[in-house]
Nanobody
Framework: VQLQAFGGGLVQAGGSLRLSCAAS????????MGWFRQAPGQERELVAA????????YYADSVKGRFTISRDNAKNTVHLQMSSLKPEDTAVYYC?????????????????WGQGTLVTVSS
């Protein structure tokens, strides 16, 4: 599975942005997916995760109610809709995949990572 994240950019605080992750490979629909972010000088953290069929989702407390993760297995894509953005959401965002949703939520040992896309929220 190869992952490519895109959709980042510069947005004002309070604004919205939608990230997408395009995946190649026939097994995409069987993988748990996650969005992670890493701000300068900080550790990478899980933002949101979604199970293979979209039946389960997980969110970091800091984004609950503002971000929504979704997936379209027919199009091999995962999206992260971000609303009410704050300057502290500024980071490089990565998508990642693993057969186990538990591994995605733990954030370590994931099998596949995409390149990052930068999100900058201005105050």
């Amino acid at each position: 599975v190869q992952l490519q994240a895109f959709g980042g950019g510069l947005v004002q605080a309070g604004g919205s942005l939608r990230l997408s992750c395009a995946a190649s490979g026939r097994t995409f629909s069987t993988y748990g997916m996650g969005w992670f972010r890493q701000a300068p000088g900080q550790e990478r953290e899980l933002v949101a995760a979604i199970s293979w069929n979209g039946g389960s989702t997980y969110y970091a407390d800091s984004v609950k109610g503002r971000f929504t993760i979704s997936r379209d297995n027919a199009k091999n894509t995962v999206h992260l809709q971000m609303s009410s953005l704050k300057p502290e959401d500024t980071a490089v965002y990565y998508c990642a995949a693993d057969p186990g949703i538990g591994t995605v939520v733990r954030g370590t040992g994931l099998r596949y990572w995409g390149q990052g896309t930068l999100v900058t929220v201005s105050s």
